[in-house]
């Protein structure tokens, strides 16, 4: 290798002049040309390009990056050579990471410590750089600078430990006052883009750090405890731990599920993909009330909303990912027994669904409670009643009948009838779920091979309402009776194949004009 002109030949003949590959430019300005011999490593070539500088500091100091801060190793430098691409001499990663640190914890000035956060949420990626980071306590510094940061400096600096993340070590001393304090970021609407949305994958990451997900770690049963982790792994945190300081940041949720609508595509994806590990990672303890949540903040209209806004690849397979998790939801729902021992949140709906109806409990002709079988349920068991349709059965009943103020009105003119002659509207119900669950294939907890968007499947309850009310409507007209509960049962999973065709690109109102 050699730099800077080439020397005269002694005898006067003419020479053969070495071409420069690149030029270097030191930290002082100074750029020189030099010829870089390919079959050289990175550190022959710091070596000799201090030799010829006349450096005297140790050339383990120093490394080559290129104008974008690209690190040259020995897998680039043959193409940096061949591309004749510019080169800079600098620090060496481990002196360059321990300077960042040194610099974010004195913080002298606004400008400096930006710019330092601006070189570190690049540098961080770098595994050389990572480590000494680290090892000379520069996270600790980078959490300090994200507690009382704001603006484009927080952004760099939840980005920098958005990239340090990245690593699967380094990061096990995150605490819940810092995961309370990303919440709390995600949790304010003033919050800038820039900002929420490193925040968003840290929020994710930590998630999705759950001791079941540790690399080799055989862990009994879907236990979600940390025992058999390492003291100093990275999987310890997952749903739980997350979820605990969720709870305490005042219209998280919400928050999060109205960035769907954010017109910045990215923040939408990073939002899509945040709940969507929540909810493939929700804890068994927790589940329930997660997904309850999700309910009432309607996640699921935000996410039928976003298919008709994006065409984005990215987000389109956050989407599809959505679909899968909720079919986790709907399947888990079904094969969740009706307890109302154990559930009381499962006797409130009972009451419920029994004080809508405006029916008054009898005696039948036996002297037996004459109760469940008014809304046409087949006995007074109720949880054998819904054991073919679990917990979604139930919720499916329920919604059916908050929906149609009509509801009493159904029920007295059934009762009106003659025995033989009543359309069992609950026994309906339940046979509509299993007819929607056959359609959309929920028969295995998640397994979901759909590559479009279904936006009527994500509607589930609006459509079991749609077509249990057409299920009546086709008992009445046909004159049915006790016997032909199949046959109307049928002639209605016929309607609904129909109803429910190529939903991906089907208005709502085609739905409901069929049915």
């Known amino acids: 290798m050699s730099s800077g002109s080439p020397p005269a030949p002694a005898n006067g003949a003419s ?3 070495l071409v420069p590959t690149n030029t270097v430019t030191t930290a002082s300005g100074l750029t020189v040309r030099t010829r870089i011999d390919p079959v050289l490593t990175v550190d022959d070539v710091v070596r000799q390009l201090c030799l010829n500088l006349k450096i005297k500091e140790p050339p383990a100091n120093f490394a ?71 090892n000379c306590a520069g996270l600790s510094d980078l959490i300090d600078v994200i507690f009382g940061a704001h603006g484009n400096t927080l952004a760099y600096a939840l980005t920098a430990m958005q990239n340090l993340m990245e690593l699967d070590y380094g990061w096990s001393s995150l605490d819940d006052a810092f995961i309370f304090q990303v919440v709390q970021i995600l949790s304010s609407p003033q919050s800038l883009i820039n900002v929420c949305r490193p925040a968003t994958a840290i929020l994710k990451k930590l998630v999705e750090a759950d001791p079941m997900s540790a690399p080799g770690l055989q862990m009994a049963g879907s236990s979600r405890i940390s025992a058999g982790v390492p003291p100093d792994s990275v999987y310890r945190y997952g749903f739980s731990v997350v979820f605990e300081q969720m709870r305490k940041g005042r219209g998280f949720l919400e928050t999060v599920i109205s960035r769907l609508e954010s017109a910045d595509t990215a923040m939408a994806q990073y939002s899509m993909m945040l709940i969507n590990s929540l909810l493939a990672h929700a804890s068994d303890n927790r589940w329930e009330e997660f997904i309850a949540e999700l309910e009432r903040l309607n996640v699921r209209k935000a996410v039928v909303r976003l298919m008709s806004s994006h065409t984005i690849e990215d987000l389109t397979s956050c989407i599809l990912d959505f679909q899968a998790n909720f079919i986790r939801v709907i399947h888990r729902k079904k094969t969740t027994p009706v ?40 006995s007074e068991n109720i949880e054998e009643e819904f054991a073919d349709v679990g917990v979604l059965g139930l919720e499916c009943l329920r919604k059916l009948i908050d929906a149609d103020p009509e509801f009493p009105k159904i029920i007295q003119e059934q009762l009106s009838r003659p025995l033989a002659r009543r359309c069992p509207v609950a026994k309906a119900s339940n046979e509509v779920v299993e007819m929607l669950s056959e359609h959309w294939a929920i028969f295995a907890p998640g397994y979901s091979t759909s590559t479009t968007f279904q936006p009527f499947f994500l509607d589930f309850y609006r459509v079991h309402s749609l077509a249990t009310r057409f299920f009546i409507r086709m008992w009445s007209e046909s004159g049915a009776s006790t016997d032909d509960f199949t046959r109307v049962a049928a002639l209605v999973r016929s309607q609904a194949k129909v109803s429910l065709r190529s939903e991906n690109v089907r208005p709502w109102h085609e739905v409901e004009r069929d049915f």
């Open 339 to 378: 307890d109302l021992e154990i559930e009381p949140s499962q006797v409130v709906a009972l009451k419920a669904i029994w004080s809508s109806s405006q029916t008054q409990e009898q005696l039948d002709e036996s002297g037996q409670p004459l109760k469940w079988r008014l809304l046409g349920f087949d």
């Open 15 to 17: 020479a053969v002049p």
């Open 64 to 134: 080559l990056r290129d104008e974008t801060d690209e690190l040259v190793t020995n897998d680039n430098l043959r193409k940096k050579i061949r591309a004749k691409v510019n080169l800079k001499l600098v620090n060496a990663p481990s002196r360059e990471a321990m300077e960042t640190a040194e610099k974010l914890r004195l913080r002298d000035d606004a400008n400096t410590l930006k710019m330092t956060l601006f070189t570190l949420q690049k540098y961080i990626r770098e595994e050389q750089f990572a480590q000494s980071f680290i």
